[in-house]
């Protein structure tokens, strides 16, 4: 099946530095890539939707330049968190969109693994 | 537009009883519907999904779910509550083109013995 591997799966940064969180889609070709940001005991928030080859589309709210996205091949993304602080301490997660493989059986959505962001 | 609402963010079960998580969505095209089951710091994991035709989902772990189109709602079900069911779930909608996806706030699941 369609697997999703995130990295890292945990960091610990410094204030003011950036982070960089990888996506890649293992066995399949992910033209679409969603991003989202989860708070401890809330539900998941879509920061971005990122397609190969093109800019980002980021929802209201979420800071363009402070969440860089970038999508440069079918089967990587990454998100990074630039000159972060502790407000960004959150749990982030990748999916990657993945058509089925019978008919009529549409559309589903494979998730990463997470990455608990720790910004002190 | 579409959203979801779960009811209840918090539901105690015994062990071996029936589970009931409740799903109601909100769309202007015909929706895809789903459920993910959340570990502590993982991801997501599907566990059943509606797109077209049988009303009646199956899923892994004994989980199923029904949608009913005239009451809106895709609740999640299990005859008999197992301990490793305690997690978070969530509901999902999207569009049949999966342009857009929209979770529900989750619902919390424990599990007493």
């Known amino acids: 099946g369609a697997v999703v591997s995130q990295h890292p799966s945990w960091v610990i940064c410094k204030s003011g530095t950036s982070v960089k969180i990888e996506c890649r889609s293992l066995?399949?070709?992910?033209?679409?890539m969603f991003w989202y940001r989860q708070f401890p005991k809330q539900s998941l928030m879509l920061m971005a939707t990122?397609?190969?080859?093109?800019?980002?589309?980021?929802e209201q709210g979420v800071e363009k330049d402070k969440f860089l996205i970038n999508h440069a091949s079918l089967t990587l993304s990454t998100l990074t968190v630039t000159s972060a602080h502790p407000e960004d301490s959150s749990f982030y997660i990748c999916?990657?969109?993945?058509?089925?493989?019978?008919?009529?059986?549409?559309?589903?959505?494979?998730f990463g693994s997470g990455t608990r962001l720790t910004v002190v | 537009a579409q959203s979801v609402t779960q009811l209840g963010s918090h539901v105690s079960v015994s062990e071996g009883a029936l589970v009931l998580l409740r799903c109601n969505y909100s769309s202007s095209v015909p929706p895809y519907l789903f459920w993910y089951v959340q570990y502590p710091n993982q991801g997501l994991q599907l566990l059943l999904k509606?797109?077209?035709?049988?009303?009646l989902v199956k899923g892994i772990n004994g989980f199923e779910a029904e949608f009913k189109k005239s009451e809106t709602s895709f609740h999640l079900t299990k005859p008999s509550a197992h301990m490793s069911d305690a997690a978070e779930y969530f509901c999902?909608?999207?569009?049949?083109?999966?342009?857009?996806?929209?979770f529900g706030t989750g619902t919390s699941l424990t599990v007493i013995p």
């Open positions: 066995d399949f070709q992910a033209t679409t």
């Open positions: 999902a909608v999207s569009g049949n083109t999966g342009n857009q996806f929209y």
């Open positions: 509606y797109t077209t035709g049988a009303t």
């Open positions: 990122s397609n190969e080859g093109s800019k980002a589309t980021y």
């Open positions: 999916s990657a969109r993945v058509r089925g493989t019978r008919d009529r059986e549409g559309y589903g959505y494979t």
